[in-house]
C-alpha cells in the first residue's frame, strides 16, 4: 500500500516555533511527508528548528523555491497550511501568486487537493468584512479553512504572548481534517 503524501506549508505566525509539533503528528499516520515553508518562516525559525524539521522529516531541506528542472513532484493527496497567516490566506483568496507558497497552493487549489488551513490571526483580523469574504471565497474553491467552532476550527482572541503563556496550538485540528479528507477513518488523539 503507498502512503498518503502530505505537504505541510508552514507560515510565519508565532505558532512555527513549535511547528516540528505537527510534524511529529503527522510522522505518527505514516505518511509521506514534505515541509515547505514561506521565506519569511525560513528566516524566522532558528538553525536549530531548520535541523528539527529535517530530523522530523527525514529531509535534507525545507523547501522554499520553485522545482528544478527536470524533478519530479508527487501529487499531494492533502495539503496542510499550519500556522496560516492572514497573508498567506489572502493571496490565496485572491490568486496572488507572489513567491513559491501561494503559487504552489492556488494551482493546488485549481487541481482541487484537498488543502486544511489552520490559520493563526487576531480576532481584530478574522472579524473584518474583508477578511470574512476572503475565508468564504477559499470554502466555496473546497478549501477547509479551520476557523470557528462551526468548521471544527479555532476561535481566534487578541491574546498576544506578551501577556502571558498562550494554550498550546491545536495542531491535531489539522491532523484530523486532513484525515477526513483523505478518506481516512477515526479521528487523532492527542
Not at 512555527?16 to 499516520?29: F, H, M, P, Q, S
Not at 500556522?83 to 490568486?95: D, E, F, G, I, Q
Amino acid at each position: 500500500m503507498v502512503s498518503k503524501y502530505v505537504q505541510i506549508v508552514i507560515c510565519a505566525a508565532g505558532p512555527a516555533k513549535d511547528a516540528a509539533t505537527l510534524i511529529a503528528l503527522a510522522k505518527k499516520e505514516l505518511w509521506d511527508i514534505q515541509v515547505v515553508a514561506t521565506e519569511n518562516a525560513i528566516a524566522m525559525l532558528p538553525q536549530a528548528d531548520h535541523q528539527a524539521l529535517r530530523d522530523a522529516t527525514g529531509q535534507i531541506s525545507l523547501r522554499g523555491t520553485y522545482a528544478t528542472e527536470g524533478e519530479q513532484r508527487r501529487r499531494a493527496d492533502a495539503i496542510i497550511v499550519a500556522p496560516a497567516t492572514v497573508n498567506t490566506v489572502s493571496h490565496m483568496a485572491l490568486v496572488l501568486c507572489s513567491n513559491y507558497v501561494t503559487s504552489m497552493l492556488n494551482e493546488a487549489i485549481g487541481k482541487s487537493i484537498p488543502i486544511i488551513v489552520l490559520p493563526s490571526l487576531k480576532k481584530d483580523i478574522s472579524d473584518r468584512p474583508a477578511f470574512r469574504a476572503h475565508i468564504e471565497s477559499l470554502r466555496e474553491e473546497g478549501v477547509q479553512i479551520l476557523l470557528g467552532e462551526e468548521y471544527g476550527g479555532i476561535n481566534p482572541t487578541n491574546q498576544s504572548s506578551k501577556d502571558g503563556p498562550l494554550p498550546p496550538f491545536p495542531w491535531y485540528l489539522a491532523i484530523d481534517a486532513a484525515r477526513k479528507a483523505m478518506g481516512i477513518q477515526g479521528t487523532y488523539r492527542i
